[in-house]
T-cell receptor, first 112, second 112 residues
Framework: LAKTTQPISMDSYEGQEVNITCSHNNIATNDYITWYQQFPSQGPRFIIQ???TKVTNEVASLFIPADRKSSTLSLPRVSLSDTAVYYCLVGDRGGATNKLIFGTGTLLAVQP | SQTIHQWPATLVQPVGSPLSLECTVE??????LYWYRQAAGRGLQLLFY??????ISSEVPQNLSASRPQDRQFILSSKKLLLSDSGFYLCAWSQPYNEKLFFGSGTQLSVL
């Protein structure tokens, strides 16, 4: 079962680029990497998903090195509203169980 | 488009009382369904997941149970609630073998 490790918390200021790294040393060949954002008292919201190299959408970029043992979520020019917990999720397709277990997440605090 | 409904939004129950939380998904068929729990200030704990009607996998042995009587209906139950059952309960769905989860709005359960 793939397990993820993230920093517990990060601080940033408005307008800065924020990079949150996730370690997943035991990722299986068929596993994708998915990132979520969660605000208090809400369910997590999908941000971005990738398999390898770089993926970009309207809110973030995801960088995945060739060995896929880590990934980095990049948030460009953060604002106060980006203060949230960010989760990296790696599936268990290698075990074909559909079991999706979240790590501890990273609390991003954006200051004015 | 797909939607997920979860109710109730808040619930206050005495210790020893029963529990029933319901979740339904619309606009898709044969989804994977998940129940997560989040204690205050903590991460997401996977409780149950289901890949089909009547198929339930339990991740945490406890006094909770889950059932999937219909393809797009997932129910979380307890015969006797404990104080430690308090938390934020989230239902989610995904396509099979896909880590892109869609969450409901959650139920805040307080056991007193």
């Amino acid at each position: 079962l793939a397990k993820t490790t993230q920093p517990i918390s990060m601080d940033s200021y408005e307008g800065q680029e924020v990079n949150i790294t996730c370690s997943h040393n035991n990722i299986a060949t068929n596993d994708y990497i998915t990132w979520y954002q969660q605000f208090p008292s809400q369910g997590p919201r999908f941000i971005i998903q990738g398999y390898k190299t770089k993926v970009t959408n309207e809110v973030a970029s995801l960088f995945i090195p060739a060995d896929r043992k880590s990934s980095t979520l990049s948030l460009p020019r953060v604002s106060l509203s980006d203060t949230a917990v960010y989760y990296c999720l790696v599936g268990d397709r290698g075990g074909a169980t559909n079991k999706l277990i979240f790590g501890t997440g990273t609390l991003l605090a954006v200051q004015p | 488009s797909q939607t997920i409904h979860q109710w109730p939004a808040t619930l206050v129950q005495p210790v020893g009382s029963p529990l029933s939380l319901e979740c339904t998904v619309e606009g898709t068929s044969n989804p994977n369904l998940y129940w997560y729990r989040q204690a205050a200030g903590r991460g997401l704990q996977l409780l149950f997941y289901s890949v089909g009607i009547g198929q339930i996998s339990s991740e945490v042995p406890q006094n909770l149970s889950a059932s999937r009587p219909q393809d797009r209906q997932f129910i979380l139950s307890s015969k006797k609630l404990l104080l430690s059952d308090s938390g934020f309960y989230l239902c989610a769905w995904s396509q099979p073998y896909n880590e892109k989860l869609f969450f409901g709005s959650g139920t805040q359960l307080s056991v007193l």
